[in-house]
């Protein structure tokens, strides 16, 4: 498989003409809603993403802050999209701190240079979002990539569910 | 070629070119003249992404750098760095010499007087320092000779819509410290700048008409009598964007008789971090300073300080000696290689990427035939992002620039976010199209969009 092959996998292919989550829904009554707009100044890619946050109980019966829905509005490029589509598929229904650790693992991944991740846990953890691996062979493309993860983050600080405000 | 340490530049032949037969104006290069400058460039001798020949098509945003250029700034550190305009020691004086020996192959490059070049960092810069010299005029800096410079509320600034952020950008800065309102001249369907409105929105208010000579998306060339006909009618000063026209046409700038003109060096074969504002004299002479200090003073005391006449009035500093020495022999590697020659080339190479828009899907930002156009052909691939296009074309060795290219308002002019642009230069083939051609054609495919 060539480098470009190994990029444009067919699930990134799949997910950029079918994008998951586009389209930006409303916010139930009573659950917390915040969204983050995020561009890519070097090629005018850009995305809006809504979460809408919920209290539910958690395994032990204790609340737990959960994302309940991701939706979101944008344009960009294949990867970007794909990225972004495969990141609704990944994060709705999770928890928020299981969010923001699968927003990690994706993050360490665009680090390894298409070597992909070590930990297989992490890897199983991701799902789909293993076929970016290739991307991280492209140091101009990660940062489109990533778009969506940073939008993702950027609401979760915005709606006050998590602490820090790291750069994405 | 050998290249020595005062490098000549021009292709060794052992016989006269053929005149090219379709091309009866001025003579294209030959092949073997093409071969020869093209061996001028190692890097076009390297490889890319497993092996690939590399297709360069992105010299709008860079060009790349013969090996009498390279050699020029390296045997200035090897034998002659010394600090300009001060130290009466041999290597001062050599290195001087070698300094103002580059601006006046400049000044002869572009048709202009050499004390009215002035050297910047880049086009940015130059463009910057006419908008906060006029600012600094606002302020009243410059005595009375600077106040033709003075913006008040009320004064217009022009620009065009086809403008690079930096002709544009430094004016909307100007305009919000100094109450003056910015406005445009909008751009045709073709992309080219709508000239005749300029009847219209170019005023009595006007007091800057700062456009570009030819646009680095579009590639459409300005015509540019007209507008400084109508600036010099309303008394507007004229701050002409030549980036993209210097490396590709000849160029006369006292007979295009702007005002003032900014281009970049690297652009034109010359190395980064130098680049050039041209100003006509008497204006440079008025202009009051902007960056202050070292090497652009006369008299200095405690309370206050004089300044040198242009164009060190406007070098204050350590200057990128190196550069702009490498810059000289840039503009001779073109002069000797002839603009007329150059231009006649790349219209070959534009008639060649303008081919692209036969291809499905594939639709030209910019004129469709190379009548007053260069060789920076925009485009996009219906169904497919450009940065996606730029990939593809990346893995067959082409290097095109993807994105908006530093315009994103003439990108919102024609709806679209980002573009995939090729441009070329003097050292391009037709090979390098063919390859490029081949490689888009094949996108649409690959992306499996019908």
Known sequence: MSSLEQMYQQVILDHAKSPQGKGLIEIAPGHVGSESHQVNPTCGDEVTLRVDVVERPGADGVPVATVDAVSWEGQGCSISQASISVLHDLVAGQPVTEAERLGEIFRELMTTRGKGLEDDDDEEAIGDAVAFTGVSQYPARIKCALLGWAALKDSLVTAGVLTTKEQA | ?450
Request: net charge negative.
């Open chain 2, 1 to 450: 070629m050998t290249t020595t340490a005062q490098p000549v530049g021009v292709p060794q032949l052992d016989e006269p070119a053929v005149p090219a037969e379709h091309c009866p104006t001025f003579t294209a290069l030959s092949p073997r003249e093409l071969a020869a400058v093209r061996a001028d460039f190692p890097i076009l001798e390297r490889t890319v992404r497993g092996g690939r020949p590399l297709v360069y098509l992105d010299s709008g945003a860079t060009s790349q750098k013969p090996n009498p250029v390279l050699d020029a700034e390296q045997d200035f550190y090897e034998r002659r760095n010394a600090a300009v305009h001060r130290g009466a020691h041999q290597l001062a004086e050599e290195a001087t010499e070698a300094f103002e020996d580059a601006r006046a192959s400049v000044a002869r490059f572009v048709g202009a007087d050499v004390g009215e070049i002035v050297w910047t960092s880049g086009a940015t810069a130059a463009i910057n320092l006419v908008a906060y010299g006029m600012s600094n005029a606002t302020l009243g800096r410059g005595g009375d000779v600077a106040r033709r410079f003075a913006l008040a509320p009320g004064d217009e600034i022009v620009v065009t819509e086809a403008e690079h952020h930096a002709n544009l950008v430094p004016w909307q800065e100007l305009a919000a410290r100094t109450g003056a309102v910015l406005r445009w001249l909008p751009v045709d369907d073709d992309g080219r700048i709508v000239v005749d409105a300029a009847a219209e929105i170019v005023t009595e208010r006007t007091k800057v008409l700062a456009f570009t000579h030819a646009s680095n998306v579009t590639g459409a060339v300005t015509p540019v009598a007209p507008l400084v006909a109508r600036a010099r009618e309303v008394g507007a000063i004229t701050v002409l964007d030549a980036c993209q026209s210097v490396p590709h046409l000849p160029l006369d700038l006292h007979a295009l008789g702007v005002d003032f003109a900014a281009f970049s060096g690297h652009k034109m074969l010359g190395p980064t971090g130098v680049g050039v504002l041209y100003g006509r004299r008497e204006l440079l002479e008025a202009l009051p300073p902007v960056t202050t200090g070292g090497s652009m003073i006369e008299v200095v005391t405690m309370s206050g300080s004089t300044y040198m006449p242009p164009p060190q009035r406007f070098e204050a500093g350590t200057q990128m000696v190196a550069q702009a020495v490498a810059l000289g022999v840039a503009a001779t590697y073109l002069g000797e290689l002839g603009m007329d020659a150059v231009a006649a080339h790349e219209r070959e190479i534009t008639e060649a990427l303008l081919a692209i828009d036969d291809i499905p899907g594939v639709r030209i930002v910019g004129p469709r035939t190379a009548e007053d156009r260069l060789a920076v052909v925009s485009f996009v691939v219906d169904g497919v992002h450009a940065h996606d296009v730029g990939q593809v074309l990346d893995d067959a060795g082409v290097a095109v620039r993807v994105g908006h290219h530093c315009a994103q308002p003439l990108h919102r002019r024609f709806g679209i976010t980002a573009t995939a642009r090729a441009s070329a230069s003097v050292y391009t083939s037709l090979e390098d199209v063919v390859t490029f051609r081949e490689s888009l054609a094949g996108v649409r495919a690959f992306f499996s969009v019908d």
